[in-house]
């Protein structure tokens, strides 16, 4: 599997929970067997204004932020790319996240929304004509919704389940009833029974992935994840890398998604 990553995303570059120290380098190392790491390049102001108004990009430069966030959604982009050029499923493991930048404001530790970027690019170039964006951060994915949600060849799951196997149950309905060309995921690790959400296991972050996988192979499309929250450095790279397996298999599996038995 592919990794777009940058060791730029280390740097605590404000002091909220997604930018302390410490909290990415236990997912890189879950995942440095199991990856072919690839380096990116920040995203073009053209490619950032397609989702966010200039205001809202000059903002983000005046908070000196315009830098790292610019790579972050650069890094996204770079994996939807690799993913529709035949590379398989694909993760940026990116930081600042994005799902709560909308086209002209940023709160939850949000500047720019890497993932609307990556699809819009995608969609622009032609190289997709329908997309489900999955959100299973522990937080509605609100700035994604603000720029995509009226989109016609957009579909939005933020699953909202009380109970693990319902949840993973939800998406795996969600997802048998698409009918399209790309898969992208907002991947926050937040809903983990060892950090803020407390919910779901890291076994069901792998079935989650193995459905993404599967029925993205099932289709004929593509696929590919954006790191969002986790702030539990050690579950969120048991969750990650559970994640990323369960893509792989679900991308190699035979099964298609819509004749499996639900959770």
Not at 7 to 34: H, I, K, M, N, W
Request: with cysteine.
């Amino acid at each position: 599997m592919n990794v777009v990553w940058s060791e730029r995303f280390l740097e605590q570059y404000t002091g909220d929970p997604a930018a302390r120290a410490g909290r990415l380098e236990p997912t890189v190392e879950a995942l440095s067997g199991l990856a072919e790491w690839v380096e990116p390049e920040p995203a073009r102001e053209a490619d950032v204004l397609r989702c966010h108004t200039r205001d809202h990009v000059e903002w983000v430069r005046a908070t000196g932020l315009w830098e790292i966030a610019a790579l972050a959604a650069g890094g996204a982009l770079e994996a939807a790319r690799l993913a529709a050029g035949g590379a398989g499923p694909t993760f940026a493991l990116v930081r600042p996240p994005g799902h709560h930048a909308s086209a002209h404001r940023a709160w939850g530790f949000c500047y720019l929304n890497n993932l609307a970027v990556a699809l819009r690019a995608l969609e622009r170039a032609g190289s997709i004509r329908r997309a489900f964006v999955l959100d299973f951060d522990l937080h509605f994915g609100d700035g994604t919704v603000n720029i995509l949600g009226d989109e016609p060849w957009v579909r939005i799951l933020n699953p909202g389940a009380p109970d693990r196997e319902a949840y993973v149950a939800e998406v795996a309905r969600a997802l048998a009833g698409f009918e399209g060309d790309c898969i992208a995921v907002s991947a926050g690790f937040d809903h983990h029974w060892l950090d803020w959400g407390g919910l779901l296991h890291t076994e069901d972050y792998e079935a989650m992935g193995r459905l993404v996988g599967a029925r993205a192979r099932e289709l004929g499309g593509i696929c590919f994840a954006v790191l969002e929250g986790g702030y539990n450095p050690s579950s969120m790279a048991e969750a990650a890398a559970s994640f990323c397996q369960g893509l792989e298999v679900g991308w190699a599996a035979d099964v298609p998604v819509s004749h499996r038995k639900e959770h």
